[in-house]
C-alpha cells in the first residue's frame, strides 16, 4: 500500500492552497488577466532588482500597472504572497542524478544547485522560515535529497536529519557570504582587500603572550587575502560529506 494521501486534519492555509493550484478563481473584475503567476513573478522581479525590502504590494501592483486592491483578491496578504516567493524563488529542483553517480556526488549536486540559488538571490535568505518545507517546488527539493541517498543503509529518518544538516550549512555558508560582502561595500572595502585590512588591524592589536595561535595564523600568511568563498564552501561541505560517510560505513557494518 503506497497510498499516503490524509484529507484529514485543519484546512490548510490560504498562501498553501494557493500554491498548490487548491483555491478557486477569484470573481472577474476589472483586471481579468492579473492571476496569482503573475502577482509572484513581478514580486521576484522586484526583490531581485532591489532586495526584499522593497516589495510590498503597492510596489508590485505598480510593477503590473493595477491597483494596489487589485492584488488583494487574489493574494490575501504580504505574507502569503512571502510563501509563494519563496516557492518560486527557488525554482525547479536540480532534478535526478545521473545513475552512475553515488550518493557523494548526488548529494554534492544537490548542495550546490542550493548554494547557487541563494548566492544568485540572497533575498530568500531574509524571509522568515516559519515551518517545514510545504510548497510544491519545496518539496521537489526534498524528494531529490532524500533520492541522493537510496541505496545507503541509513533510516528514512537520518536521511531526513542529513537533508536539515546540509540545507542548514548552505543557508549559513549563503548568508555569512553574503552579509561580508554588504559589510565591505558600505564600508568602502574594495573586493579583494577585505581579510588583507582585517590582518592589518589585527596585527595592531594582538600581543603574542595573549594571542599565540592567532598569531601564529597570521605569521603563515592565512589573512593576507580574500577567500575564494567557493573554496570555503567545498571544505566545509565536504567535511560535513566524510562525517555521513562514515555514518553510512557504520550502520553497513
Not at 532588482?49 to 493595477?66: F, N, Q, T, W, Y
Not at 487574489?74 to 505574507?79: G, I, L, P, R, W
Not at 531574509?126 to 541509513?154: A, F, K, N, S
Not at 589585527?202 to 592565512?222: E, S, W, Y
Request: contains cysteine.
Amino acid at each position: 500500500m503506497a497510498e499516503t494521501k490524509d484529507d484529514s486534519g485543519p484546512a490548510l492555509p490560504p498562501a498553501i492552497e494557493s500554491a498548490w493550484g487548491l483555491r478557486g478563481r477569484p470573481p472577474r473584475g476589472p483586471r481579468p488577466g492579473l492571476s496569482v503567476p503573475a502577482i509572484v513573478d513581478a514580486a521576484v522581479r522586484v526583490a531581485d532588482a532591489d532586495g526584499l525590502p522593497a516589495v510590498s504590494m503597492s510596489r508590485v501592483a505598480k510593477e503590473l500597472g493595477a491597483a494596489t486592491m487589485a492584488l488583494y483578491r487574489h493574494v490575501a496578504s504580504k505574507d502569503e504572497l512571502l510563501t509563494l516567493m519563496v516557492d518560486a524563488g527557488y525554482g525547479p529542483s536540480p532534478g535526478p542524478a545521473s545513475p552512475d553517480d553515488d550518493w557523494r556526488a548526488r548529494l554534492t549536486r544537490w548542495a550546490w544547485a542550493e548554494h547557487d540559488v541563494l548566492r544568485q538571490r540572497p533575498w530568500l535568505l531574509h524571509v522568515p522560515i516559519t515551518g517545514p518545507p510545504i510548497t510544491p517546488q519545496q518539496l521537489d527539493w526534498m524528494e531529490d535529497g532524500l533520492r541522493c541517498l537510496d541505496g545507503t543503509t541509513l533510516p528514512e529518518g537520518e536521511k531526513m536529519s542529513i537533508l536539515l544538516l546540509i540545507t542548514g550549512y548552505v543557508r549559513n555558508e549563503a548568508t555569512l557570504t553574503n552579509q561580508i560582502a554588504e559589510g565591505s561595500r558600505a564600508a568602502g572595502v574594495e573586493p579583494g582587500e577585505m581579510m588583507p585590512a582585517y590582518r592589518r588591524m589585527v596585527g595592531r592589536l594582538i600581543d603574542p603572550v595573549r594571542f599565540p595561535a592567532l598569531l601564529r595564523v597570521l605569521n603563515a600568511g592565512v589573512l593576507d587575502q580574500d577567500d575564494d568563498p567557493d573554496d570555503e564552501f567545498t571544505f566545509g561541505l565536504d567535511r560535513i560529506l566524510d562525517g555521513i560517510e562514515a555514518l553510512i560505513a557504520r550502520r553497513a557494518a
